[in-house]
């Protein structure tokens, strides 16, 4: 639902400061729950999706009054009376903890993809579809690939290095085990499924450009990200496991078609969800904060475009 509780811990001496904030934002409830500790008390505020933002950016500017400041967020499944309020979008601070748990390096994460890339090879080299949606299904590729786009518009250097190196390492994982495979099978059966993996067009460059684009606006909107974590997988583990099992094989012609295919679908998902996070207004919320994370954002444009631009030339003009 796009209404949320805000649960606001502060000074007695910030009172009149919270009511007149929630009064310009268009809270539409405030009241003050109880006091604490004497000098101290919890207010509780009810905003939408279109005042969100800017009520909890307004309340930060509090936060110097008391070291005790504090913001809780909560969902709020139904109110009564309704209020008129659609749609539904999280704030900055609430899609920086969705990207920080999406780009954990873990040992679910690595059980994960190895799971996914066993998966997605029997079904590739059974050229049964089925098992390989289900294999795309519990890929975990979606996290990484977002938080990096997310940390870019933000400049957030520590995330975008733990969501880079999460992604390499999956991926790379991913292609570890494929390999494997490849090495210890009897060759390259007669799939479709698989065969269709080794070579790339526009129309896979579209549908990488597709799954950044969707998954970013599920996660700005508070939607569930499961079906938009299956393209995104669409686009990543299906051509990674084929690499890997074409390289383990020896196939090399046939695993330098999968590489390009997989390469353009990971730069295609984070320049498109880069570009969806600055169109939806994902920035710092300092303004000196905004100024020292243009680089990053002007850097991050240039290079993946760049790249693209480079893989797009290697589609056209194949080198086998």
């Given at each position: 639902m796009a209404?949320?509780?805000l649960q606001v811990t502060a000074p007695l001496a910030a009172e009149q400061?919270?009511?007149?904030?929630?009064?310009?934002?268009?809270?539409?409830?405030f009241h003050k729950d109880c006091d604490t500790d004497g000098d101290h008390a919890v207010?509780?505020?009810?905003?939408?999706?279109?005042?969100?933002?800017?009520?909890?950016?307004?309340?930060?500017?509090?936060?110097?009054?008391?070291?005790?400041?504090?913001?809780?967020?909560?969902?709020?499944?139904t109110t009564i009376p309704t209020a008129g309020s659609t749609g539904s979008v999280d704030t900055r601070e609430e899609l920086?903890?969705?990207?920080?748990?999406?780009?954990?390096?873990?040992?679910?994460?690595?059980l994960l993809t190895f799971l996914s890339t066993l998966v997605a090879i029997i079904g590739l080299l059974q050229d049964n579809i089925a098992v390989v949606v289900g294999a795309m299904v519990i890929a975990p590729f979606l996290g990484p690939n977002l938080a990096f786009a997310f940390a870019t518009s933000l400049g957030n250097k520590e995330l975008m290095r733990q969501a880079f190196l999460t992604g390499t390492i999956g991926v790379g994982f991913a292609v570890l085990v494929s390999a494997a495979y490849g090495y210890l099978g009897d060759g390259v059966p007669v799939s479709q499924e698989l065969m269709s993996r080794t070579s790339i067009g526009m129309d896979g460059v579209a549908l990488a450009v597709a799954s950044g684009v969707a998954g970013v606006l599920s996660l700005t909107s508070g939607l569930s990200m499961t079906l938009v974590g299956v393209m995104v997988a669409v686009a990543i583990l299906p051509p990674a496991a084929t690499f890997g099992y074409m390289a383990g094989a020896g196939e090399f012609k046939l695993a330098y078609g999968a590489l390009l295919m997989v390469s353009v679908n990971i730069v295609c998902v984070n320049l498109s969800g880069l570009m969806v996070f600055l169109a939806k207004g994902i920035k710092p919320r300092l303004w000196f904060e905004r100024k020292m994370t243009k680089p990053y954002v002007v850097g991050g444009i240039a290079v993946w475009s760049a790249l693209l631009g480079l893989m797009i030339a290697a589609i056209k003009y194949p080198l086998f």
């Open positions: 209404l949320k509780m400061s919270i009511r007149k904030i929630s009064e310009m934002e268009g809270v539409i409830s207010y509780s505020l009810l905003a939408d999706s279109a005042h969100r933002q800017r009520l909890v950016d307004d309340l930060q500017n509090l936060v110097k009054m008391s070291p005790r400041f504090r913001i809780n967020i909560f969902t709020v499944d920086l903890v969705k990207m920080e748990r999406g780009a954990e390096l873990d040992f679910n994460y690595l």
